[in-house]
T-cell receptor
Framework: DAGVIQSPRHEVTEMGQEVTLRCKPI?????LFWYRQTMMRGLELLIY????????DSGMPEDRFSAKMPNASFSTLKIQPSEPRDSAVYFC??????????????FGPGTRLTVL | GENVEQHPSTLSVQEGDSAVIKCTYS??????FPWYKQELGKRPQLIID?????GEKKDQRIAVTLNKTAKHFSLHITETQPEDSAVYFC???????????FGPGTRLSVLP
């Protein structure tokens, strides 16, 4: 298994531009999570999906952030317009919530976003 | 909502010594407590986890203990090695991993 796949691995953009991060979960996993990691705030859960449906988006910082999961094998996190304070590493993780009482989250390699 | 605190924020030990990292959580409904290790520039990876119906779990040099009454859990690493140097995150979940709240992390340095 290739694991969780994220693209791009690095993104440098200018303030005000739209940024789209992509994630492909592990095949067969039915839960997907988007995290943001910064030195100041650590690892923060932004949103998670079960069976492609958003369950909890309370961590999404503001309306500039949106996430979609059109099918079981693909999700996007979009920032529009981007701001310098959005600079962070964004991780996607997936798990199989149907495996009773065993829900290790497998993380992707992350996307390092820099907004100038 | 759940709040997870973690101490210490940094920890330096000599190779071969033991390291202990402690976490506390606020929501008594939390029932799953994983520990993740993140090496520099890499992704977090699960190293051990414990569920609320268990008090202790061991895996080779790593052990985790849970005190539900006090709402705290700890990671113990024995015979530390340089490759143990990393940032360690604890987390708590009220629904077996569907919604983690991570602690702020502990940077462990194992000195040769």
């Amino acid at each position: 298994d290739a694991g969780v796949i994220q693209s791009p691995r690095h993104e440098v953009t200018e303030m005000g531009q739209e940024v789209t991060l992509r994630c492909k979960p592990i095949s067969g996993h039915n839960s997907l999570f988007w995290y943001r990691q910064t030195m100041m705030r650590g690892l923060e859960l932004l949103i998670y999906f079960n069976n492609n449906v958003p369950i909890d988006d309370s961590g999404m910082p503001e309306d500039r952030f949106s996430a979609k999961m059109p099918n079981a094998s693909f999700s996007t996190l979009k920032i529009q317009p981007s701001e310098p304070r959005d600079s962070a590493v964004y991780f996607c993780a997936s798990t199989n919530a149907d495996r009773a009482l065993y829900n290790e989250q497998f993380f992707g390699p992350g996307t390092r976003l820099t907004v100038l | 909502g759940e709040n997870v605190e973690q101490h210490p924020s940094t920890l330096s030990v000599q190779e071969g010594d033991s390291a202990v990292i402690k976490c506390t959580y606020s929501d008594s409904a939390s029932n799953y407590f994983p520990w993740y290790k993140q090496e520099l520039g890499k992704r977090p990876q699960l190293i051990i986890d414990i569920r609320s119906n268990v008090g202790e779990k061991k895996d080779q040099r790593i052990a985790v203990t849970l005190n539900k009454t006090a709402k705290h859990f700890s990671l113990h690493i024995t015979e530390t090695q340089p490759e143990d140097s990393a940032v360690y995150f604890c987390a708590a979940s009220i629904n077996y991993g569907q919604n983690f709240v991570f602690g702020p992390g502990t940077r462990l340095s194992v000195l040769p």
